[in-house]
């Protein structure tokens, strides 16, 4: 009688579960067996030896790696909505995935380690070429199963908490306040931004995670930076290490074999990020040490990670990983931004309209407050994203067999989910070739498609991009009103004056249309010589 007591009954809701989970696994052991088979999936044909990778080589290949977002669109129409890319050398198939319904089931499926297939020269480098420095936590970025878990358990909360998040509003305001005075000095006798104004982003953004991932003011805003410069060798190394990854990974993976130029190149640029990161978070250790306060609220975003964690080298891979993502996926998604604003005047009249309401007096601090009702900016950001996914596409290795469009997939299969293809398709999207912000605002039930699943551009799940609440604040804080902070040393000669980007002036594109390229992101490709005018009113 006392066992029977002690043995807790499932309630209803249990129960129910249980059922659900019983008859989705029936489900799926049928559709299993009656699923066509792996080897039926269209794709282009594998050769003899060469596999399919000889389409990617020079001269005899087709293609180009920096033509993979029109390869995504040429798959889509040549062969529907599941594509094989089999027979690469030296990795699993690829699997192009055009249906939002599908991706939604494979990323609801995922579990608690899910496996983004991204990166297997960075996993060689921390794993191997660099084991000594990385150990048995060697952070997130090509990092797997359970120490990728651990490790993201341990740093992700000061990183996505809104709460904690919205401390770093001052700070990036201040360096976003710099650069666009800087973009005001930058201006030529057309009132023109210069050729090389992207790299000036890159200053940016790089200023802006230096601030928040390594406690410290880089100086990239200095206008007389030289080439051999810190900032300008950390931007150099960073875009190498991303910009390269096609390279080595798509073509011919020489590099796994014996090290060539290229790989060389790689694992020297990762050993100066790694000497760099540990230089920073050392002196943040030092600083720590004499500071007098116990209070969380007050400390950085370092200062937290090396309080709970005491070996600093959780806190050097962590701004390692962040600094290597960080910087061109920002950048290069407020080029395509800005680039956006200023061919689409009426786009940014509404922008602009929304920043005067929202900020009457130009002169106040922003605040989160501001943000948050600044509905039409951030509808904007999530179009641009829609139609010009900076990241094209994102993905997951198959941890069990399962069943996409009718086929059997095995475990191991590397299923991409191109974002770019998916987010402009009319069966997702309602009217999905018109550019329109206001899609995303809250909507009646039903009166406009927008699935859920077809345009993510920061991936989701357990492994969703880790900067994104970071990389939504730096766009949202360019792109509204920033006051002058006196607190920022460098600009001392500024004291009495307001920045203001859309707010104060007027942002346009006068010459050919850009059209937009994958380097490693897709962003538009060429000069993005913006005119940039004071606005009257
Ligand atoms: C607009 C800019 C950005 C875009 C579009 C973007 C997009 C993405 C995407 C699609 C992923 C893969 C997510 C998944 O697998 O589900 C990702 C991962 C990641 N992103 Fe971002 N990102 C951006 C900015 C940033 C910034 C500014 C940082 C750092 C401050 C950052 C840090 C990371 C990290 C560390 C990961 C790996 C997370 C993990 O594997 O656990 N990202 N990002």
New binding site residues.
């Given amino acids: 009688m006392v066992a029977f007591s002690c043995v807790r009954m499932p309630n209803r809701a249990v129960l129910r579960q249980l059922q659900y989970r019983h008859r989705s696994q029936i489900a799926f052991a049928e559709s299993i067996t009656e699923a066509k088979p792996y080897s039926e999936v269209p794709g282009p044909k594998p050769i003899p030896i060469l596999g399919n990778t000889w389409r990617l080589l020079p001269i005899i290949g087709q293609y180009q790696v920096s033509d993979v977002a029109k390869l995504s669109g040429i798959f889509y129409q040549e062969y529907g909505k599941i594509v094989k890319l089999s027979g690469l050398v030296g990795r699993p198939d690829l699997l192009f995935v055009y249906d939002a319904d599908e991706i939604e089931k494979v990323y609801r499926q995922e579990g608690p380690t899910?496996f983004?297939p991204s990166m297997p020269c960075l996993v060689k480098y921390k794993g191997e070429v660099r084991k000594d420095f990385f150990g048995d936590l060697p952070g997130?970025?090509g990092v797997h199963g359970e120490p990728?878990r651990e490790f993201?358990t341990k740093v992700q909360k000061p990183l996505l908490q809104l709460q904690t998040v919205k401390k770093y509003i001052e700070p990036i305001e201040e360096v976003t306040e710099f650069f666009i005075q800087r973009m005001m000095e930058m201006r030529d006798r057309n009132e023109e931004m210069p050729d090389d104004f992207d790299n000036e982003i890159h200053k940016w953004?790089l200023e802006c995670?230096g601030r928040?991932?390594l406690d410290v003011r880089l100086g990239c805003l200095d206008p007389n930076l030289r080439s051999d410069s810190e900032p300008l060798k950390i931007i150099n190394a960073a875009k190498f290490a991303l910009r390269n990854i096609a390279i080595l990974e798509l073509k011919f993976p020489f590099w796994r074999y014996f090290p060539t130029t290229i790989w060389t190149k790689y694992v020297k640029n990762m050993d100066y990020f790694v000497e760099i990161c540990m230089k920073y978070i050392n002196e943040a250790l030092d600083r720590l040490k004499t500071k007098n306060t116990t209070c969380e609220k007050d400390l950085s975003l370092i200062e937290r990670i090396l309080k709970s964690e005491p070996n600093p080298k959780t806190a050097a891979i962590l701004a390692l990983?962040?600094i290597l993502?960080?910087i061109d996926?920002?950048s290069m998604?407020v080029c395509s931004i800005l680039y956006q604003l200023a061919t689409r005047p009426e786009e940014q009249q509404k922008l602009y309209e929304e920043l005067k309401r929202v900020l009457p007096d130009p002169n106040v601090k922003l605040t989160a407050a501001h943000l948050d009702e600044m509905v039409y900016l951030k509808c904007f950001v999530k179009e641009v994203?829609r139609v010009y996914s900076?990241?094209i596409g994102?993905g997951r290795t198959l941890q069990n067999d399962t069943v996409i469009q009718g086929y059997h997939i095995p475990k191991g299969v590397q299923v991409v989910f191109p974002t770019l293809i998916t987010g402009s398709m009319e069966e997702y999207v309602s009217k999905a070739d018109v550019f329109n912000p206001e899609r995303w605002m809250k909507r009646k039930e039903n009166e406009q498609k927008l699935h859920p699943f077809a345009s993510?551009?920061?991936?989701?799940?357990a492994?969703?991009?880790?900067?994104?609440r970071?990389?939504d604040l730096?766009?949202q804080i360019l792109l509204a009103k920033v006051s002058f902070n006196a607190s920022f040393s460098v600009v001392k000669y500024y004291k009495q004056l307001q920045f203001q980007l859309i707010r104060s002036y007027k942002l346009e594109f006068h010459h050919d249309p850009l059209e937009y390229k994958v380097t490693f992101m897709y962003a538009p490709d060429g000069d993005l010589k913006f005119k940039v005018t004071k606005r009257n009113d």
């Fill in positions: 899910p983004r997130v970025v990728w993201r953004s995670i928040v991932s990983d962040l993502v960080g996926t920002i998604a994203f900076t990241v994102n993510l551009p920061y991936g989701y799940g492994r969703m991009c880790l900067g994104r970071f990389a730096e766009i």
